[in-house]
């Protein structure tokens, strides 16, 4: 695994956030856990390079994110499609996720996986729930959220980057 810069990171969000997924990690007080997430972003912000992240109240991962300054945004390979199908469906409440995939897990501020193509770390900037009165457009309040589990976002400082 080795670091590179921001200007040599080959993604494309489109395809891999929102088609091949990523997880979002997070470690706690010497635990970790992570979720499986198709929307959010990359991009610039505060003269940042940013990564943007969303992540509904009852998710066990907001605990973590929420008792952390980090984050970690992993990318993987099509042979993880299960993998990530599994981390996006069981929470990390009722199953201890990471070693039931065999992921091999270094230590970092943030989770970093050996499996994982890249590994982008993040520094939390800031964070605000989503608003009903945010929308201009309300079917996507219907839509989204019938029970009101607005999204949580963050805003979080890519300070590293690492690859395979
Ligand atoms: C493809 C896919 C994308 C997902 N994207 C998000 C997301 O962006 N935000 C979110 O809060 N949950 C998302 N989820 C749901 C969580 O990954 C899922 O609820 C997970 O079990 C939460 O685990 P946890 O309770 O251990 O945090 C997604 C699930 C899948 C399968």
Partial sequence: MREIGAEQLDINAFE???RQWMLVGVSKEGESNVMTASWGGLGVM???NVAFVFVRPQRY???FIDGSDFLSLSFFDGK?????????????????????CGLT???????VFEQADITLIC?????QTLVKDGF?????????YPDADFHQMYVAEIEKILIK
């Avoid at 520094?123 to 964070?127: A, D, E, G």
């Fill in 16 to 18: 891999s956030i929102g």
């Fill in 46 to 48: 505060w003269n940042k």
């Fill in 61 to 63: 991962t907001k605990e």
């Fill in 80 to 100: 993880y499609d299960k993998m990530l199908a599994y981390m996006g469906k069981t929470s990390g409440r009722d199953e201890d996720k990471i070693s039931k």
């Fill in 105 to 111: 897990l270094i230590e970092e501020r943030a989770p």
């Fill in 123 to 127: 520094k939390k900037l800031y964070s």
């Fill in 136 to 144: 201009f457009d309300i079917s996507f309040v219907q839509k989204y």
